[in-house]
């Protein structure tokens, strides 16, 4: 079966057209691109194509994040709870783990959204906050996922408290979803600390109680 997908993407890289799509009539935002780097982490060693993020225009929140390595390979998606200090440059613990983690699983690059945008590296202060979801994050939810091929959800128990495990069902209602572990309550873990080798299981929605 012919990808369409990954031929468009091949045909985008070749004349330099950025990796992510934006429509013309897309919500006001900041687009940022950072360099080409080499990306070392533990025993692997590899290209970083394009990394880019997109921020509301006062740059309170960042609603998507993506870096990759590989044009012609499928793009993995995870769904996390919110931002924390990684940008289109630099990035943090759980984004540097997760492009290791889809690098050693064969994608060809990372893509990350929230349940709620908000910049903030205080997990509680996050969800206090008077909006932590974000005025325009279910458009590049939605926007994201039609742009990779694997859907990853991550975004934890806390996303309930502030209607962000609603936003991501809405989101990804229509695409198969994955997880790298489950809560006891049916929220899917966060991947910081699961192992490299642990497998990819279905996720559904419905076991959240």
């Not at 897309?26 to 060693?45: C, M, Y």
């Not at 993995?76 to 709870?81: A, K, P, Q, T, V």
């Not at 590049?140 to 502030?162: C, N, S, T, V, Y």
Request: charged fraction near 25%; aromatic fraction near 12%; glycine fraction near 8%.
């Amino acid at each position: 079966m012919v990808d369409f997908d990954l031929i468009s993407r091949q045909m985008d890289a070749e004349r330099g057209t950025p990796f992510f799509h934006i429509p013309a009539d897309a919500p006001e935002h900041v687009l940022r691109f950072g360099p080409k780097i080499i990306v070392e982490s533990d025993d692997d060693r590899f290209t970083l194509q394009e990394g880019g993020a997109i921020f509301s225009p006062c740059e309170k929140y960042r609603y998507v994040l993506w870096r990759i390595w590989d044009f012609l390979e499928p793009v993995w998606l995870y769904g996390m709870l919110n931002p924390s200090r990684a940008t289109h440059e630099d990035g943090d613990n759980t984004v540097d783990r997760q492009v290791t983690r889809a690098w050693r699983n064969k994608a060809g690059g990372m893509i990350v959204v929230n349940s709620g945008a908000i910049r903030e590296t205080d997990r509680l202060k996050a969800i206090r906050d008077t909006d932590p979801i974000g005025p325009d994050n279910l458009y590049w939810i939605k926007l994201a996922a039609r742009q990779a091929q694997e859907h990853i959800m991550a975004f934890g128990p806390d996303a309930a408290k502030f209607g962000g495990d609603k936003l991501m069902r809405r989101a990804f209602a229509q695409y198969p979803t994955m997880a790298l572990s489950q809560t006891k309550d049916g929220f899917p873990g966060h991947p910081l600390y699961i192992g490299y080798d642990a497998p990819l299981r279905p996720y559904s929605f419905d076991s959240i109680l």
